[in-house]
């Protein structure tokens, strides 16, 4: 009997005993090894406990139970061995964002269920004399420059978020700002590494630079390297794009270069750029890598969801500064097409990177709002499909203007562009207004 087979065989004892204790020595017999190696190497291969599995999958039968049967909440508690009703609530509002009896009322499949895990032996990685390169790497979805690497990585690691929840609970897919082209790199409801916390992982940073000014870029590109021999890709700073969080999922030693992915490189084959040039930023901090290790806890979702409409709400009624250059939200937006409703606007980086990143972005809004809403009460549901239909109606204005914004449109001031542009970007700040204004409607049924 080979290994994978005893491994999936001790997770098949383990679903047959869900509703009666689990005798780890059994576990322990099947695989042929100490309980202690089987748990450690669980985690390894499922990234969290073999305790959070049961607890999960327990949960999830639980949950079935309850919407499939009037059983009373305490004896399908006590079924999945929780002593009182309390207990059970408790775990299972931690673990879906609802109480049982909420579940149990709500319509359609809108909580996660937690499914059986199977072991299975494949190839992740490429590993010569030289060089390390992980394979079946994910391409970027969306034009993101902080959270769409964060993506890719957490799917190569076994999470099963789409492009499109990320974008959203990031905030990045509710954004519009502009005035200078780091605007997509500065205006976020998290920055990376805490959002990546906030999603309940632990990770290592690793600068290029210390605190006194000294480059230690050496230590992060060999904390890459061991990282990614231990089979996890890495997020670096400006390794291979310009001042974006790119995933590193190789190396070769010979000609000292990352390998990997970016924004716009790498999608049809992996880029290559010499490990240094993450220490090489100019203008910004050389913010090094990110090395995602384990998640440490769940994230609730109903929470991060709710958290994340109320962040979109608020981006969007923020008011421009004194200037007006550094605007975001509505008030930019209605500024941006105002702009070029006068003589002498001039089409620079700013707009193009800002539209490149916008425009994308905005279409996972769509997608997500979608996502989440059957997970809502109808009025709540009703009020996320309108905005859902208002954001969509920007994404195809926002397609309309790429002759005249994106970085294949002229430089520099053209009447004739501008003339053009200027009603649609004038109806894309409206539909994206009305779409805020739907989400605040949501929100108020939230509330109620």
């Known amino acids: 009997m080979d290994w994978i087979s005893r491994l999936n065989q001790a997770i098949g004892y383990i679903e047959r005993n869900l509703e009666r204790d689990i005798d780890f020595d059994e576990v322990a017999h099947i695989t042929a090894c100490p309980i202690g190696l089987f748990q450690r190497l669980f985690v390894l291969s499922a990234g969290y406990t073999l305790t959070e599995y049961i607890r999960r999958r327990r949960l999830t039968r639980a949950l079935e139970n309850l919407r499939a049967t009037d059983r009373k909440v305490i004896d399908i508690a006590l079924m999945y061995g929780y002593e009182t009703s309390d207990a059970f609530g408790v775990a299972f509002k931690r673990l879906y964002g609802v109480t049982p009896t909420q579940a149990r009322q709500s319509s359609?499949?809108?909580?996660?269920?937690?499914?059986?895990?199977?072991?299975?032996?494949?190839?992740?990685?490429?590993?010569?004399?030289?060089?390390?390169?992980?394979?079946?790497?994910?391409?970027?979805?969306?034009?993101?420059?902080?959270?769409?690497?964060?993506?890719?990585?957490?799917?190569y690691m076994g999470e099963k978020y789409s492009p499109e929840y990320i974008q959203g609970i990031s905030g990045s897919a509710f954004m519009i700002a502009g005035?200078?082209?780091?605007?997509?790199?500065?205006?976020?409801?998290?920055?990376?590494?805490?959002?990546?916390?906030?999603?309940?992982?632990?990770?290592?940073?690793?600068?290029?630079?210390?605190?006194?000014?000294?480059?230690?870029?050496?230590?992060?590109?060999?904390g890459v390297k061991h990282h990614i021999d231990g089979g996890k890709p890495a997020l670096v700073w400006h390794a291979f794009t310009n001042f974006e969080w790119d995933v590193v999922c190789g190396y070769d030693e010979d000609a000292q270069k990352f390998i990997g992915r970016g924004t716009y490189l790498g999608i049809d084959d992996y880029h290559r750029e010499t490990w240094n040039r993450a220490s090489t930023c100019e203008g910004v901090p050389a913010f090094g890598a990110i090395l995602i290790n384990s998640r440490q806890s769940p994230l609730n979702e109903r929470e991060a969801e709710i958290a994340s409409l109320e962040a979109a709400v608020k981006h969007a009624r923020q008011d421009l500064d004194e200037e007006g250059v550094m605007g975001e939200?509505?008030?930019?937006?209605?500024?941006?097409?105002?702009?070029?409703?006068?003589?002498?606007?001039?089409?620079?980086?700013?707009?193009?990177?800002?539209?490149?990143?916008?425009?994308?972005?905005?279409?996972?809004?769509?997608?997500?709002?979608?996502?989440i809403g059957h997970k809502y009460?109808?009025?709540?549901?009703?009020?996320?499909?309108?905005?859902?239909?208002?954001?969509?109606?920007?994404?195809?204005?926002?397609?309309?203007?790429?002759?005249?914004?994106?970085?294949?449109?002229?430089w520099g001031v053209n009447e004739e562009r501008s003339a053009s542009l200027a009603p649609i970007l004038k109806e894309a700040a409206e539909s994206y207004e009305k779409g805020i204004a739907y989400i605040e409607k949501a929100l108020a049924c939230v509330m109620v």
């Open 329 to 371: 939200g509505i008030k930019f937006y209605k500024r941006w097409a105002d702009e070029y409703s006068h003589e002498g606007k001039d089409r620079g980086a700013a707009d193009a990177y800002c539209y490149q990143v916008y425009s994308s972005v905005r279409k996972a809004a769509v997608t997500y709002l979608h996502e």
């Open 377 to 410: 009460g109808e009025s709540i549901l009703e009020n996320l499909r309108f905005a859902e239909l208002n954001f969509e109606h920007e994404v195809e204005l926002l397609a309309q203007a790429r002759p005249y914004l994106s970085w294949d449109s002229p």
């Open 108 to 155: 359609g499949d809108e909580l996660r269920h937690y499914d059986r895990i199977y072991f299975t032996l494949t190839i992740n990685y490429i590993k010569g004399d030289k060089d390390m390169v992980l394979v079946n790497m994910d391409n970027y979805r969306y034009y993101d420059p902080l959270f769409e690497g964060v993506r890719i990585i957490l799917s």
């Open 179 to 222: 005035g200078c082209p780091s605007r997509p790199t500065c205006i976020y409801d998290k920055w990376t590494p805490d959002f990546l916390r906030y999603l309940g992982f632990d990770i290592t940073e690793l600068p290029c630079y210390d605190q006194e000014g000294k480059d230690i870029s050496e230590t992060m590109i060999a």
